[in-house]
């Protein structure tokens, strides 16, 4: 689609690696739009699962059907914030997969240097869950922070035993572990759990249910452009920025916000491991915790040829 505000967009679809499972779906490609304007690129890819919105949706609101969800108005105004390369922001290491992979993949922390590493839970029993959590706990360097997701999975008893069975670990955080979120602070009182929110901020904007929220997951896919990212800063509470599975365009525009928002504090953008193709001209590179941008996100001609149509 070339409109008259020299916009262009192009749907792209590029296999994973391998499958992946998440909040009970597998996904086996990832879908998205890219735009163009006056050499600057973003991405608008809602997560199937996750987000509220469409791709279908997103297209339509480009040609004026609707108004922009939100993973256009993350692209649209990411368009308006030019890029300063080089670019560079710490990230959590993502650990994913069976338990085999999960340590091994945590083992090879040894090597990377994360400051920290984010693992997913509850979608084995909490038994399970919570000796797979001990092992990488017990072979991390001391110094990794150990961050947990839940994808809100379990029922309250559940949280509790896990809770239980990891009381005795130093984890920096659940990310929404419960299915129904109204009852955190509850859980939080009676296991002294961590929690921090993510799904939650899609459905909510008054956060004064939660005070004892470690820190907001801001996944600008999910929950939209700039504006959206200074609600959560207004709240004081600590931000980490995270991905949705989005290209390296939207990879560079998370770290982007990232670095401007909560510079210190590890990100979780270590997701382009997953994907089978690269679509930047120069990809970022990954090395010693960190995540650096070697220049603005520009697309590889070549790779948008064989992946993507222009809309």
Same mark, same amino acid.
């Given at each position: %689609?070339?409109?008259?505000?020299?916009?262009?967009?192009?749907?792209?679809?590029?296999?994973?690696?391998?499958?992946i499972?998440?909040?009970?779906?597998?996904?086996?490609?990832?879908?998205?739009?890219?735009?163009?304007?006056?050499?600057?690129w973003?991405?608008?890819?809602?997560?199937?699962?996750?987000?509220?919105?469409?791709?279908?949706?997103?297209v339509?609101?480009?040609?004026?059907k609707?108004?922009?969800?939100?993973?256009?108005?993350?692209?649209?105004?990411?368009?308006?914030?030019?890029?300063?390369?080089?670019?560079?922001?710490?990230?959590?290491?993502?650990?994913?997969?069976?338990?085999?992979?999960?340590?091994?993949?945590?083992?090879?922390?040894?090597?990377?240097?994360?400051?920290?590493?984010?693992m997913?839970?509850?979608?084995?029993?909490?038994?399970?869950?919570?000796?797979?959590?001990?092992q990488?706990?017990?072979?991390?360097?001391?110094?990794?922070?150990?961050?947990l997701?839940?994808?809100?999975?379990?029922?309250?008893?559940?949280?509790?035993?896990?809770?239980?069975?990891?009381?005795?670990?130093?984890?920096?955080?659940?990310e929404?572990?419960?299915?129904?979120?109204?009852?955190?602070?509850? /859980?939080?009182?009676?296991?002294?759990?961590?929690?921090?929110?993510?799904?939650?901020?899609?459905?909510?904007? !008054?956060?004064?249910?939660?005070?004892? !929220?470690?820190?907001?997951?801001?996944?600008?896919?999910?929950?939209?452009?700039?504006?959206?990212?200074?609600?959560?800063?207004?709240?004081?509470?600590?931000?980490?920025?995270?991905?949705?599975?989005?290209?390296?365009?939207?990879?560079?525009?998370?770290?982007?916000?990232?670095?401007?928002?909560?510079?210190?504090?590890?990100?979780?953008?270590?997701? /382009? !491991?997953?994907?089978?193709?690269?679509?930047?001209?120069?990809?970022?590179?990954?090395?010693?915790? %960190?995540?650096?941008?070697?220049?603005?996100?520009?697309?590889? /001609?070549?790779?948008?040829?064989?992946?993507?149509?222009?809309?």
């Amino acid at each position: %689609m070339n409109t008259q505000t020299g916009l262009k967009a192009y749907r792209f679809r590029i296999p994973l690696k391998q499958r992946i499972r998440l909040k009970g779906r597998t996904y086996e490609e990832r879908e998205g739009v890219l735009l163009e304007r006056e050499g600057q690129w973003s991405e608008a890819s809602p997560l199937p699962g996750f987000s509220h919105e469409t791709i279908d949706e997103v297209v339509d609101a480009l040609r004026g059907k609707n108004t922009p969800p939100p993973a256009l108005e993350f692209a649209l105004s990411a368009l308006d914030a030019s890029f300063s390369a080089p670019l560079e922001t710490p990230i959590n290491s993502l650990l994913l997969g069976n338990r085999d992979e999960v340590l091994a993949q945590a083992n090879a922390c040894h090597n990377d240097h994360p400051q920290a590493v984010k693992m997913k839970v509850g979608q084995r029993s909490t038994a399970e869950d919570a000796e797979i959590v001990r092992q990488v706990c017990e072979c991390l360097p001391e110094a990794v922070s150990v961050r947990l997701d839940a994808n809100q999975t379990w029922e309250f008893e559940a949280a509790v035993d896990f809770a239980r069975r990891t009381s005795d670990l130093k984890l920096e955080y659940i990310e929404e572990p419960l299915r129904e979120p109204e009852r955190l602070e509850e /859980l939080c009182k009676q296991t002294a759990i961590k929690y921090a929110l993510d799904e939650t901020l899609a459905c909510e904007q !008054a956060l004064d249910k939660w005070p004892s !929220a470690s820190a907001l997951i801001c996944k600008p896919t999910l929950l939209g452009g700039r504006a959206a990212v200074e609600r959560l800063a207004a709240t004081g509470k600590p931000i980490v920025f995270s991905a949705a599975f989005e290209s390296g365009i939207g990879i560079a525009r998370v770290a982007q916000l990232a670095r401007e928002f909560s510079p210190a504090t590890p990100a979780g953008l270590d997701t /382009l !491991a997953w994907l089978s193709a690269e679509l930047l001209c120069q990809p970022p590179i990954k090395h010693q915790g %960190m995540l650096s941008f070697p220049s603005a996100p520009i697309v590889d /001609l070549a790779a948008l040829e064989e992946f993507a149509t222009e809309i």
